[in-house]
């Protein structure tokens, strides 16, 4: 039986099944186009994503005018060589010029291009990575701390002092306080009124003036009144996650290892945005000396001089401190290099780290070997040595060696793999 696929948008997603259906029969396809497709973009692009796949394959029934038969009406402006009943030969490409199948001198369609929405395309890159468990468990137990509103209390401190609450426990104690003796008052003002012997009127109008002096001497407001307003953390989920993009700008880091690094740095970023509502983007360039710069800079500028990795580390261990507190983000850090640092550098580098580590959910270090050489003998930099000790004491460090672009996302998927899929 036939399967008709519509190609129309949809609107009102009245043709999602259709296009649900299109994705699971080349679903192969689509998801090497769309992994071939990350090169191609910003870190921080998002929104639908244009995909093209090879038609072959895609043997879709479709309907139309079959070319050699039928009557055909043409309006040809500017004709010369007709008159009125003369037959003319159809095209022999078809209804609108089109190549089909056996035309002669047609070509065809090569390409079959759709979109895709932001959340199809990172299912069909990442539908088989995940989270390794170590930080998947810090998730769960790492929790951030909101202050709110917890009723009232009588102790705290004057800022909180809630001057409404004070005011209104004041005057409830001067009433409680006042009305058993304003009511003997009133009491014995009746007696007064009624009493004739002298002798018995005047303990009663002493009375009278003694309990005048006490009910006026309840003060206004006192200790016991005063209200604050109480506040207790309460727990929250962190769902927000910032990347640090780290990268050694030196002259050593040609546009090669640039475009590699980029490659890398975008499938981290978008990996992560699956998992959570708000992500931030850092990038730190370093060469002798290190600075935050904007997406464009960081790819495109060049210096020369060498090379000091501690310069990037304690740019981002200050960004951590006063910017982004582990309390309320997620801090990933994504460093690229090709293993160049000052000899005498690396001891402060490790020491950083070591402070910074127990912060971060991740770290991805990935070392990108020159041309024409050996795996064998770029592990043994300085760098790596340096980054692979401090990993010894934090396992939340993940190391590779990149030769090619094309090992990109093998590597990518090595970090991230889950175990139910090997």
């Known amino acids: 039986m036939p399967i008709i696929i519509d190609r129309r948008k949809n609107p009102g997603k009245k043709n999602l099944g259709n296009r649900q259906r299109f994705l699971d029969r080349y679903k192969d396809q689509i998801r090497d186009a769309a992994r071939k497709h990350v090169g191609d973009r910003s870190i921080s692009d998002s929104g639908d994503q244009e995909i093209s796949i090879s038609s072959q394959g895609i043997n879709e029934p479709r309907f139309g005018h079959k070319s050699d038969s039928g009557d055909w009406d043409y309006v040809l402006p500017g004709n010369k060589d007709y008159v009125p009943g003369d037959t003319i030969d159809k ?54 701390h909101q202050m709110r509103r917890a009723g009232f209390t009588t102790a705290g401190v004057p800022s909180n002092l809630n001057v409404e609450r004070t005011a209104i426990a004041g005057l409830s104690r001067r009433i409680a306080l006042r009305s058993p003796k304003l009511s003997r008052i009133k009491e014995l003002e009746k007696l ?26 309840i003060s206004f407001l006192d200790n016991v009144d005063l209200r604050y307003n109480n506040f207790t953390p309460r727990p929250r989920p962190i769902t927000q996650a910032v990347m640090f993009c780290v990268m050694d700008v030196s002259f050593s880091m040609g ?22 509502k708000e992500i931030d983007v850092v990038f730190v360039r370093h060469h002798e000396e290190a600075e935050e710069c904007d997406e464009e800079t960081f790819f495109t500028s060049k210096v020369s001089g060498g090379t000091k990795v501690s310069s990037a580390y304690e740019v981002v261990a200050d960004a951590i401190k006063y910017r982004y507190p582990a309390d309320d983000w997620n801090i990933y850090i994504a460093q690229a290099s090709d293993g160049d640092n000052y000899g005498n550098d690396n001891d402060t580098c490790q020491k950083i780290l070591d402070d910074m580590l127990p912060d971060v959910q991740f770290m991805a270090y990935i070392e990108i070997l020159r041309e024409q050489m050996e795996l064998l003998s770029m592990t043994t930099t300085n760098l790596w040595k340096t980054i692979e000790n401090v990993q010894a004491d934090h396992p939340q460090i993940a190391m590779h060696n990149i030769q090619d672009e094309k090992d990109i996302l093998t590597v990518f998927r090595k970090f991230f793999k889950s175990k139910d899929n090997g």
């Open 91 to 144: 095209p022999r490409g078809g209804a609108g010029g089109r190549g089909t199948e056996g035309s002669i001198g047609a070509s065809g369609e090569d390409e079959f291009t759709f979109l895709l929405n932001y959340d199809e395309y990172l299912d069909l890159i990442f539908d088989d990575l995940e989270l390794p468990d170590l930080i998947k468990a810090s998730e769960k137990t790492i929790q951030g």
């Open 192 to 217: 007064l009124e009624t009493e004739e012997d002298e002798a018995k009127r005047k303990p009663i109008a002493e009375e009278i003036e003694r309990l005048r002096i006490r009910a006026n001497a």
């Open 255 to 276: 546009e090669r290892e640039k475009i590699i690094a980029k490659k890398f740095f975008i499938l981290l970023h978008l990996f992560l945005k699956r998992r959570y």
